[in-house]
């Protein structure tokens, strides 16, 4: 599975899997890359809210571009931004672009509360063991769309 567009090149990509127990996230390196494939499986916190086109609930089913990590001034905790993937295909959406269904603004994080983010379980946020070993997968990816540099690609089933 992957994006066909030509302006994008990727040495990793990420799934993300939701199953109803548990729900987890898993971060494997490419099969595009020679170096043979590792993946890491982590236990997602699942939304409050069940409908996906309301604000807390899951994050909605497609594929996303992951930007690069920064820390989160409100929460203080690593965050990535996540740049779903237009319904025409056309390209993916900004941070802050609302979604056909509405939604926008969503992120990957450690956290125990999820409000329609892919909130890894991490009862002790950034130190927490799986979260660390679920970052340095996606910081080792480095990719390029229309001129900015993401981390890879996340897909939600």
Not at 10 to 20: A, G, I, P, R
Not at 54 to 81: F, H, S, V
Not at 110 to 123: D, E, I, N, Q
Request: charged share 25%; proline share 7%; glycine share 10%.
């Amino acid at each position: 599975m992957g994006p066909c567009d030509e302006d994008i090149s990727s040495n990793n990509y990420f799934s993300n899997e939701f199953f109803k127990s548990p729900p987890t996230i898993t971060a494997k390196v490419s099969s595009f890359s020679n170096r043979g494939s590792s993946s890491v499986t982590c236990t997602t916190q699942p939304p409050r809210e069940r409908r996906d086109d309301r604000y807390g609930g899951p994050t909605p089913r497609g594929e996303y571009l992951i930007g690069k990590r920064y820390t989160n001034p409100q929460y203080n905790i690593d965050w990535y931004n996540l740049y779903p993937k237009k319904e025409d295909n056309s390209g993916y959406y900004g941070y802050t672009q609302r979604t056909r269904t509405g939604r926008y603004a969503m992120g990957l994080h450690p956290g125990r509360v999820s409000l329609g983010c892919v909130t890894v379980k991490a009862p002790t946020y950034n130190r927490d063991a799986c979260w660390q070993r679920i970052r340095r997968v996606i910081d080792s990816g480095n990719m390029y769309y229309r001129g900015s540099s993401y981390s890879g690609f996340l897909y939600v089933r």
